[in-house]
């Protein structure tokens, strides 16, 4: 099987996957790219509630084959799509 290396970051933060994962193939190892952004998502969101996370699935030559992000905007108050609460 081939191997796959899945580099993960977050604003100046980032994860470089040095030993890699064997996978069927890169659709597999871009759902295991996928399936583990929302987990790092998890963590407190900063003050403005604003986070990208992205995921780049790559070969043991470098080459990025495959680009996976996850963006959350948690906008609340006047003037935001939020405005009003969950209970209108």
Not at 13 to 26: A, I, N
Not at 67 to 73: E, I, M, S
Not at 74 to 79: K, L, R, T, V
Request: with cysteine.
């Amino acid at each position: 099987m081939p191997r796959y290396f899945i580099d993960y970051e977050e604003g100046d933060k980032r994860l470089v996957d040095e030993d890699g994962t064997e996978y069927p193939d890169l659709t597999a190892a871009r759902d295991a790219a996928i399936a583990a952004l929302p987990d790092i998502g998890r963590d407190a969101p900063p003050s403005d509630g604003k986070r990208r996370f992205v995921a780049r699935v790559r070969d043991g030559g470098d080459t990025v084959l495959c680009t996976v992000t996850l963006q959350l905007d948690a906008d609340c108050g006047p003037g935001s799509s939020g405005e009003g609460g969950l209970n209108d």
